[in-house]
């Protein structure tokens, strides 16, 4: 639970990391990688805590 937290609050200082690129004063192209990758980890941490893992 506590690396979905970690995970979130990056990904929050990201988006905003993300907005200061579109403003153009952070590179977009280094920014919008790092975004999609804080994202996909937060949407795979939320999505796999609780599967079946077999018998």
């Given at each position: ?5 970690i ?22 192209f ?9 994202l ?16």
């Open positions: 639970m506590t690396w979905i937290i995970v979130g609050v990056i990904t929050v200082i990201l988006f905003f990391l993300n907005i200061l690129a579109l403003m153009e004063i952070v590179p977009i280094i920014t919008s990688p790092l975004l999609f990758i804080s996909f980890i937060t949407l795979y941490l939320i999505n796999h805590r609780k599967t079946f893992k077999g018998f």
